[in-house]
């Protein structure tokens, strides 16, 4: 958020339509596992001061053409539930993350010591091990690794993420397309 509290700060390089972005997300604490059981993940750093594996709108990309439905459909809706918010960001900007994944209570191992931590260093390096699990399976298979993945998860997201309350994007579930 700007500091004067009028338009949302996009993140760089998260923004630029070149890089995958990765978000974290949590599982809302106290539910059950059900679809939307998952939040952005968040955490208090000082009382009223939270750090977040969010997401937004790039100031200075347009959506790429394949994000245009997606963040048309977004924009869409939230004119429908919530008007204010369409003020405090670019509506046709390049939206991220492009996937998100759990970024809460990872454990750590460094020269025998262990330790406990939260945040998208944790949900990155998921994300990226699952890509190359696919790569390596694909590879296996005789086929071509799968390059950059950003239009293929925009394309065949079945459902996918909506405005929380602190204007990051929250992802619902990341279904691919059959």
């Given amino acids: 958020m700007t500091p004067n509290a009028t338009h949302f700060t996009p993140s760089w390089p998260a923004s630029c339509p070149w890089v995958t972005a990765v978000g974290g997300t949590q599982v809302i604490p106290g539910a059950e596992a059900v679809p939307g059981a998952e939040e ?16 937004g709108f790039s100031n200075r990309f347009a959506a790429p053409a394949y994000q ?15 008007p204010a918010h369409l003020k405090l960001f670019n509506n046709n900007g390049r939206a991220y993350p492009d996937l998100s994944a759990n970024a809460n209570s990872f454990l750590n191992v460094d020269n025998g010591s262990i330790s406990v931590s939260s945040g998208t260093s944790g949900s990155v390096p998921t994300v990226a091990s699952i890509i190359t699990l696919v790569n390596d399976a694909r590879l296996a ?34 279904r691919l397309k059959e």
């Fill in 40 to 55: 952005v993940w968040n955490q208090e750093i000082i009382p009223g001061f939270f750090e977040s594996g969010g997401g």
């Fill in 68 to 82: 245009k439905r997606a963040v048309q459909a977004f924009v869409a809706k939230l004119a429908k539930d919530d």
């Fill in 141 to 174: 298979a005789g086929k071509k690794p799968v390059g950059f993945i950003n239009p293929t998860c925009a394309g065949n997201v079945t459902e996918g993420s909506k405005l929380a309350t602190d204007g990051t994007l929250r992802v619902v579930r990341l």
